[in-house]
């Protein structure tokens, strides 16, 4: 059975108990840190900085799945502390050039992940998709946390991963019990887990955990 990749969206975590959070995370087993970077001009919110990436590095080991809703990422990977073995995730709707960005990522030992809009169709992206390592499908429109699935977009990550059988197809947004079924059957292996599952405020980080291990 292929692995499911639950990357806890730390954005929906507790700020102010962030290290113990996380400390609770890791021990439920979670993969990579979904950390949400925006910049109030990609999308109308400003979430998660550079002093909190730096903070986890110098406690955790834990690689971290950096999500990038900024514009032109090609030219401030240089900003966060980034370190081989992380996943780097740019918009496809902020950069010129994709799979030049895309290179510089590689170039760094990570692997290089394409965000899409709910918007954005496959086909804008069809052409520079083996410069990447796999596509972030956007299952709500990016900027906060709390929102509902856009009807339809299921069938959006069944299309991707029919477009990319071999590369990682990671869905992010609305990431509840139910719909990480749906989209774990409709071929989604990694899945960004935020306020509508780990952290709903119903379980506790286990039993959520728990949980989500059964349905996926
Ligand atoms: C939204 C972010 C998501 C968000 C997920 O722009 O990319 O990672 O934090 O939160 P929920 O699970 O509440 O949709
Ligand atoms: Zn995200």
Partial sequence: MNKIYVNPSLMC??????????TDLLACGADLLHIDVMDGCFVPNIQ???????????????PLDIHLMINSPGDKLGFFPIRPGDWVSIHYETDRHPA?????????????????????PLSACA???????????????????????????????????????????????NVSFENAEMMKAAGADALVCGSSSLFSGK??????????????
Avoid: N
């Fill in 203 to 216: 379980y506790t980080r286990k039993k959520a955990t728990e949980i989500l291990g059964r349905i996926i």
């Fill in 48 to 62: 998660l900085g550079v002093s909190l990436m730096e903070a986890i590095r110098k406690s955790f080991d834990a």
């Fill in 127 to 173: 052409d520079v998709a083996d410069c990447f390592d796999g596509l972030l499908i956007m299952t709500v429109d990016p900027g906060y946390a709390g929102q509902k699935l856009i009807p339809g977009i299921i069938g959006k990550i069944r299309r991707a991963r029919e477009l990319l059988p071999d590369k990682i197809i990671e869905a992010d947004g």
């Fill in 13 to 22: 975590a507790d700020q102010l108990h962030m290290y113990d959070e996380i």
């Fill in 100 to 120: 030049r960005t895309a290179e510089k990522i590689r170039a760094l030992g990570c692997k290089a992940l394409l965000a899409l809009d709910p918007e954005t």
